[in-house]
């Protein structure tokens, strides 16, 4: 069995381990059913760049402390000290912004595991995560309309994408908790499974797909990501540059020779 190694931080609020070719990310705020605070946004960080220089981390899982909560929202007790004055407020989220833009621009699988509570920054933090694997039991929504705050646009267009205008516009008007079921039928999470099977499918779910090819996963995650832009307009040049890519590489060789052996390939993202 690989031993796990874990990431130096500075918060013990945030816990960053590596169990073979995934990189774990935990919230671990469990008594505040892992509302994130600002030490947290910056652990997350931290996290995602040890992930991303690491060779070995071939998917980033995502996952609450506990079962209560993935990730339940902002610390909102911190707010008075953290996001009451307009210089506080760009402060926190410059730091909260660094976080999104990390798992936003990570070239590895992300994949959010959910059991609890997923409500308004959790959400935001799911959403932007490629895949969502969700425990029968799990609550969704985003309360801004109750605590008078603005929604910024980057976060309304990654919920826009997945689940469409309408469910958008009632996610946010009503600003209700939606169950697992509701999730699933509108596309915001990608499996709903029962809570005690949870820890065992989503660490299936990422072997399976950390022994793909790492250049073709890139190559895949960069072209829907161009392809989903308006403005500027998606790099053809750049989608077909990484396509080339994986064909010159030595893991489409070994792809060749596995199948041709029938055999399991072993790919090494080279």
Same mark, same amino acid.
């Given at each position: 069995?690989?031993?796990?190694?874990?990431?130096?931080?500075?918060?013990?609020?945030?816990?960053?381990?590596?169990? @073979?070719?995934?990189?774990?990310?935990?919230?671990?705020?469990?008594?505040?059913?892992?509302?994130?605070?600002?030490?947290?946004?910056?652990?997350?960080?931290?996290?995602?760049?040890?992930?991303?220089?690491?060779? +070995?981390?071939?998917?980033?899982? $995502?996952?609450?402390?506990?079962?209560?909560?993935?990730?339940?929202? +902002?610390?909102?007790?911190?707010?008075?000290?953290?996001?009451?004055?307009?210089?506080?407020?760009?402060?926190?989220?410059?730091?909260?912004?660094?976080?999104?833009?990390?798992?936003?621009?990570?070239?590895?699988?992300?994949?959010?595991?959910?059991? %609890?509570?997923?409500? @308004?920054?959790?959400?935001?933090?799911?959403? /932007?995560?490629?895949?969502?694997?969700?425990?029968?039991?799990?609550? #969704?929504?985003?309360?801004?309309?109750? $605590?008078? !705050?603005?929604?910024?646009?980057? @976060? *309304?267009?990654?919920?826009?994408?997945?689940?469409?205008?309408?469910? /958008?516009?009632?996610?946010?008007?009503?600003?209700?908790? #939606?169950? +697992?079921?509701?999730? &699933?039928?509108?596309?915001?999470?990608?499996?709903?499974?029962?809570?005690?099977? &949870?820890?065992?499918?989503? %660490?299936?779910?990422?072997?399976?797909?950390?022994?793909? +090819?790492?250049?073709?996963?890139?190559? !895949?995650?960069?072209?829907? /990501?161009? $392809?989903?832009?308006?403005?500027?307009?998606?790099?053809?040049?750049?989608?077909?540059? !990484?396509?080339?890519?994986? #064909?010159?590489?030595?893991?489409?060789?070994? %792809?060749?020779?596995?199948?041709?052996?029938?055999?399991?390939? *072993?790919?090494? %993202?080279?």
């Amino acid at each position: 069995m690989t031993e796990a190694r874990s990431i130096p931080l500075d918060t013990d609020k945030m816990i960053g381990r590596i169990e @073979g070719p995934v990189g774990w990310m935990v919230f671990n705020n469990p008594e505040r059913r892992n509302a994130v605070s600002l030490e947290m946004w910056e652990g997350m960080a931290a996290i995602l760049e040890a992930f991303e220089a690491d060779p +070995a981390v071939r998917v980033i899982a $995502l996952k609450g402390a506990g079962d209560k909560a993935f990730v339940s929202g +902002a610390d909102i007790s911190q707010f008075e000290k953290q996001r009451s004055s307009p210089e506080t407020i760009a402060q926190y989220d410059a730091v909260a912004g660094l976080a999104q833009r990390r798992l936003a621009e990570s070239a590895k699988p992300t994949l959010a595991m959910i059991q %609890g509570y997923c409500i @308004g920054g959790g959400l935001g933090i799911a959403v /932007t995560c490629d895949l969502r694997i969700a425990a029968e039991g799990s609550r #969704f929504g985003v309360p801004a309309a109750r $605590l008078g !705050l603005g929604y910024g646009a980057d @976060g *309304v267009k990654k919920l826009l994408d997945l689940v469409g205008p309408a469910n /958008t516009r009632e996610i946010f008007y009503t600003a209700r908790h #939606f169950s +697992a079921e509701e999730a &699933l039928g509108m596309g915001l999470v990608n499996r709903v499974v029962p809570a005690d099977d &949870l820890a065992a499918y989503v %660490g299936d779910y990422c072997a399976r797909i950390a022994e793909n +090819a790492p250049l073709t996963l890139r190559a !895949l995650k960069r072209t829907v /990501t161009e $392809l989903q832009r308006t403005s500027p307009a998606a790099d053809r040049a750049l989608c077909d540059k !990484l396509v080339a890519d994986c #064909f010159a590489s030595q893991d489409y060789m070994e %792809g060749r020779r596995a199948f041709m052996e029938k055999r399991r390939p *072993v790919f090494r %993202g080279v």
